[in-house]
Each structure stands twice: as structure tokens, then as C-alpha cells.
């Protein structure tokens, strides 16, 4: 008898274990494996400022859609309709509004990406009022948006926000946006530009399981950013080819990303990826790179999303109404 007590109660242990195991309602990995295909949005759009010239439209999100995609991540540089005691604009907020809104109408999950980098790189002890500020509103504003709708906290941490720093402003970020929405898919990336490298000193807690970690591919940098004016080293850089060796170079690096993803038990989204437009480099070239990179994320079940459609690296030509089509059928084959 007793045996059998001891047989019913470890079978209880498993199955409990077991069914701890996997995702739960709204766990990060069911959030995941709804994103498959995105596209970065209207970041650089004077919409912002002023949506009456505003270049995105909101047929662009039916034409996203119907162009293969399952998802877009909206660039927002919030920190500029601040005001002095980190307030939003009304009008930028109702401009966001209608993005979310038209977005998630057209079949489109949504990522916001707070994308004031560069800021918080330079002074961390100012930006971190400021990002806890904008997701208090964001989270209070967006508490009842349906789970399709993502938090991204920041995009490409870098510069004076090193890890340890940046990690201590997400123990505070994280509690600020669970204050409202304590289920909510949250994205975060690590340091050194949402380097892979660094995704091992990402400290997220382990007992929150909304959330998906995120990485940016450029490389090999020195083909896809030939020609950036806003890289000095860069900027003269022509005639760069993608070899057989970029390709394999990008394949080690997915299986460093697949095996962390593995070994910490978290999805993970390739948020951003691209060669520049406008550098003179073959579209062969740039085609061949961007279905490698598609391809080998794709391989190892990492949603992902391009960099992006309007403004540079593009995919859409808002000014020819059309698709520049050997990019999007490297992305959507």
C-alpha cells in the first residue's frame, strides 16, 4: 500500500513538473509563435510632428499584410513629445493610438519600440526618469490592448548603458509596466547594440515568463553599412561583397542565439536586420544577404523583423507606391 501511495504521489510530482513546463496562457513562447515575418515601421515619418504629411498611410498596413507580413515594430522616439515633468503630447499619443488601432484592424501584431538609444547611451541618469515615465503612460494607456500588442523597453542599449547599468534600469522598468499589465509580452534586448554576443549578461527575472529577448544581425557590418554617412568609418566604404564565408559567419551566430534561447528557456526576435539602399552595393548582392539572413533565422524558429520599410534599407518605395520587389521576395519567398 504504501508503495502505491509512493508511486501516486512522485506520478503527481511529475506531471506537475511537467505541466510547469510548458507555456502557460500567454506565455512569451505562444506570444513568439505568432511572430514570424515583420517589418519596422515609421520611425523617421513626419507624422509625428504633423500627420497631415505624414508618407505612411493606413492602407500601407493592408498593403504590409497582403505583402506576407505577420507583424510590425513601430519605432517611436517618444522623448521628444515630452515635456518638462516627462508628460506625452496628447496629439503624438493620438497619432499612436491610430497607428495601434489601424495595425491590429489590418491582422498586424504590434511591437513599441521605445527607440531613444542614442540618448540613453549618452546620459543614463537622464533617460532612465524618462523611460520609466513613458511606459507608466504607455502601460496605463495601452493596460486593455489585445496580447497582439508588444512593449519593446529599449532598442540597442550601448555607450554609458553597459550592462550592469542597463540591467539595473530594467529591474525598475519591468515593475513599471507589470504595475498595469501583468501579462503583457515584453521585449528586451541586451547591450553593445542588442549584440548576440551579450545576450549571456542579459539578467531578466525568472519568474516572469512574458517575455521574449531580442537581437539585431548587421553583420558582416563592413558589407551592410558600406556607404553610411552616419558611420564616419563607413561612409567611403564601397564595392563590399557578400561572401560564402558571411553566410556561414551568420549561421555560427544563429546557433550561439538558438542554443542561448535553449539553455535560458526564452524565445528570441531578430528585431532588426539589413543592407543600406544606397550605397551603390549590387542588389544581387543585397538580396543574397537578406534571404541568408531570413533563411537561418527561419531555420532555428526565430521570429523576425526587417529594418525597414520606408526612410533607408528599405522594402517598400512609398514614393513609387510599390514594393521593391527582389527585397520583399528575399523575405517572403
Known amino acids: 500500500m504504501r508503495i502505491v501511495h509512493w508511486l501516486a504521489a512522485a506520478l503527481l510530482a511529475l506531471t506537475g513538473t511537467i505541466a510547469a513546463a510548458q507555456p502557460a496562457p500567454g506565455d512569451a513562447w505562444a506570444t513568439a509563435a505568432k511572430l514570424k515575418r515583420g517589418v519596422n515601421i515609421i520611425g523617421y515619418d513626419p507624422m509625428w510632428k504633423d500627420p497631415a504629411k505624414a508618407r505612411f498611410k493606413p492602407r500601407h498596413?493592408?498593403?504590409?499584410?497582403?505583402?506576407?507580413?505577420?507583424?510590425?515594430?513601430?519605432?517611436?522616439?517618444?522623448?521628444?513629445?515630452?515635456?518638462?515633468?516627462?508628460?506625452?503630447?496628447?496629439?503624438?499619443?493620438?497619432?499612436?493610438?491610430?497607428?495601434?488601432?489601424?495595425?491590429?484592424?489590418?491582422?498586424?501584431?504590434?511591437?513599441?519600440?521605445?527607440?531613444?538609444?542614442?540618448?540613453?547611451a549618452a546620459d543614463p541618469d537622464t533617460c532612465e526618469p524618462k523611460l520609466l515615465a513613458f511606459?507608466?503612460?504607455?502601460?496605463?494607456?495601452?493596460?486593455?490592448?489585445?496580447?497582439?500588442?508588444?512593449?519593446?523597453?529599449?532598442?540597442?542599449?550601448?555607450?554609458?548603458?553597459?550592462?550592469?547599468?542597463?540591467?539595473?534600469?530594467?529591474?525598475?522598468?519591468?515593475?513599471?509596466?507589470?504595475?498595469?499589465?501583468?501579462?503583457r509580452t515584453l521585449v528586451i534586448g541586451p547591450t553593445r547594440w542588442n549584440n548576440l554576443e551579450e545576450l549571456p549578461t542579459l539578467e531578466l527575472p525568472a519568474a516572469d515568463r512574458d517575455i521574449i529577448a531580442t537581437f539585431h544581425s548587421y553583420e558582416p557590418f563592413r558589407f551592410t553599412h558600406q556607404g553610411a554617412s552616419w558611420t564616419p568609418e563607413m561612409k567611403d566604404v564601397r564595392g563590399v561583397p557578400f561572401t560564402a564565408e558571411d553566410e556561414a559567419r551568420i549561421a555560427r551566430d544563429f546557433d550561439k542565439v538558438a542554443a542561448w534561447s535553449k539553455a535560458n528557456g526564452r524565445p528570441v526576435l531578430l528585431g532588426e536586420f539589413g543592407a543600406y539602399d544606397k550605397s551603390g552595393t549590387p542588389m544581387a548582392d543585397r538580396v543574397r544577404y537578406t534571404a541568408t539572413v531570413r533563411r537561418e533565422a527561419e531555420r532555428r524558429g526565430l521570429p523576425w523583423a526587417y529594418w525597414q520599410f520606408d526612410s533607408d534599407f528599405i522594402v517598400y518605395d512609398i514614393d513609387r507606391d510599390r514594393w521593391v520587389e527582389p527585397i520583399r521576395a528575399a523575405l517572403i519567398p
Not at 498596413?61 to 513629445?81: E, N, P, Q, T
Not at 499619443?93 to 540613453?120: K, M, P, S, W
Not at 507608466?136 to 496580447?147: F, K, L, S, V
Not at 532598442?155 to 498595469?180: C, F, Q, S
Open 135 to 183: 511606459w507608466t503612460q504607455i502601460g496605463e494607456r495601452y493596460r486593455n490592448a489585445p496580447d497582439t500588442v508588444l512593449f519593446e523597453l529599449l532598442n540597442e542599449p550601448h555607450g554609458k548603458l553597459d550592462a550592469a547599468r542597463w540591467n539595473g534600469m530594467v529591474a525598475k522598468l519591468i515593475p513599471a509596466v507589470r504595475a498595469t499589465n501583468p501579462r
Open 61 to 120: 498596413f493592408k498593403v504590409i499584410r497582403d505583402g506576407g507580413f505577420d507583424f510590425v515594430r513601430v519605432v517611436l522616439f517618444a522623448f521628444d513629445h515630452m515635456d518638462a515633468r516627462n508628460r506625452l503630447d496628447p496629439r503624438w499619443l493620438a497619432t499612436l493610438d491610430r497607428v495601434v488601432d489601424q495595425a491590429t484592424e489590418a491582422g498586424l501584431g504590434v511591437i513599441l519600440d521605445e527607440h531613444d538609444f542614442n540618448a540613453c
